[in-house]
C-alpha cells in the first residue's frame, strides 16, 4: 500500500512542477534580477517541497508555499551577493560606470529599477503587478499581513514612478512583465 501513496505522490508532485516551475523561475528572475541562476533556485525551491511534499499535497495553498521559498532562497541569494561585492570593493577600487544617452527598452529599465528597490517591496510589487497575485495570495507567500502588502506594493510603486519619471509605472511594469520571453500569467 505504501508504494501506491508514494506513487501517487510522485505523479502529483511532477504534476505540480511541470505546472508551476515556469512560474517560479520567472518569479526568481525578477526577484534577482538573474536569468542564470532563475531555473537553479527554482529547482532548489521544488527540491525542498519534494522533502516536504507528504505534508503539502494535502494544504490548500502548495503554490503559495512554493512562492515564499523562492523569495527566500532569492533573498538569501542577493543577500550573498552582497556580500561578495563588499569583499570584492575591498580590493579593487570602484570605478564610476556612465551610460551616455542608452537606447534600452522599457522592460530592461523597469528590471533595472527594480533592483533598486528593497526586497520586500520588490517581491510585493513583483508578485502584485507582474503575477496579478491578491494582497491576500501575496501576503500568503511571503509570510507577511494583507496590510504589510499593501503598504509595501504602494511605496515599491512610488519609488518605481520615482525611479522611472513615469506618472504611468504601474502600467510600464505590468508591460515590461507581461508575457513575453521569461513573463508569465496567473497560475492555471
Known sequence: MAT??????????????????????????????????ADDLAADALLALWHRWDRL????????????????????????????????????????????????????????ALRRLPFRKRACVVLRHAFDLSEKDTALALGVSVGTVKSQTSKGMAELQRLLGAQDAPRKVHAAMARTGTAGGRDR
Open 4 to 37: 501506491i501513496v508514494d506513487d501517487a505522490a510522485s505523479v502529483e508532485f511532477h504534476a505540480f512542477f511541470e505546472r508551476h516551475h515556469a512560474e517560479l523561475a520567472r518569479l526568481a528572475h525578477l526577484l534577482t534580477g538573474e536569468a542564470d541562476a
Open 57 to 112: 499535497r494535502a494544504s490548500e495553498q502548495p503554490v503559495a508555499y512554493a512562492r515564499g521559498v523562492v523569495a527566500n532562497l532569492a533573498r538569501a541569494r542577493i543577500r550573498s551577493a552582497v556580500r561578495e561585492r563588499r569583499r570584492v570593493a575591498l580590493f579593487w577600487a570602484q570605478r564610476e560606470e556612465k551610460t551616455e544617452n542608452p537606447d534600452v527598452a522599457g522592460a530592461v529599465d523597469v528590471r533595472r
